[in-house]
């Protein structure tokens, strides 16, 4: 059973170009999260997905954000018109339920490392 | 109210030392309060995650303490080795379920 995976790995990018980061959910799970993670800093709360449906975004920034988990395909996150501070490591995590549920985890993937010039 | 205080943001130990990372929060909705371990490159990989029902929570040489009173808890790494040096993270969600907060993170070093 594979983890969870992300792709790109690194991803570099121009200021005002776009960058699309993908995620694919381990097998079975339905909930996707996204984190950002800034140099020397915590993991901060982006976006939770269900299939063809945003559940919270209150940790998105309100301009060139977006993200998607249709019904078929990897969960996208999708940075329009990239600027330096857009500069971190994103992470896609996905669980079978809501973590508040029992024996429950979010498991993470490896990151996209995004660099703007 | 949604912030996750962590300290120390970094921590040297000798191999076999005992390391301990603290923890503090302010929502008192928060009932699920994981570990999380992160290596250089890596995405964070669960290490052990407790409820405010018990104190502790023991799994191989890890262990969480936990002082709901007290809106504080903790990781102790028994007998550490140089394979634990990483980044610890702790991290707290409320029953809503929608998302972790997690701390600042301390970057641990074991000494052989």
């Known amino acids: 059973n594979a983890g969870v995976m992300q792709n790109p790995r690194h991803l570099v990018r121009r200021r005002g170009q776009e960058a699309r980061l993908r995620c694919s959910p381990m097998?079975?799970?339905?909930?996707v999260y996204w984190y950002r993670q800034l140099p020397e800093e915590g993991l901060k709360f982006m976006v939770y997905l269900q299939k063809e449906n945003i559940i919270d975004e209150s940790g998105m920034p309100k301009e060139r954000f977006s993200a998607e988990f249709p019904k078929e395909g990897p969960s996208i996150l999708r940075i329009q018109q990239v600027v330096r501070g857009d500069s971190a490591a994103y992470f896609c995590?996905?669980?079978?339920?809501?973590?508040?549920?029992?024996?429950?985890?979010?498991?993470f993937g490896p990151g996209t490392r995004l660099t703007v010039l | 109210q949604q912030q996750v205080k962590q300290s120390p943001q970094s921590l040297i130990v000798q191999k076999g030392g005992i390391p301990i990372i603290n923890c503090a929060y302010e929502n008192t909705a928060f009932d699920y309060f994981p570990w999380y371990q992160q290596f250089p490159g890596k995405g964070p990989a669960l290490l052990i995650a407790i409820r405010p029902d018990v104190s502790e929570k023991k799994e191989g040489r890890f262990t969480i303490s936990f002082n709901k009173s007290a809106k504080q808890f903790s990781l102790h790494i028994m007998d550490s080795q140089p394979g634990d040096s990483a980044t610890y993270f702790c991290?707290?969600?409320?029953?809503?379920?929608?998302?972790?907060?997690f701390g600042g993170g301390t970057r641990l070093m074991v000494k052989p």
């Open positions: 995590a996905s669980s079978t339920l809501p973590i508040s549920g029992p024996n429950n985890e979010q498991f």
């Open positions: 991290a707290a969600s409320n029953n809503a379920g929608n998302m972790l907060t």
């Open positions: 097998k079975g799970h339905s909930h």
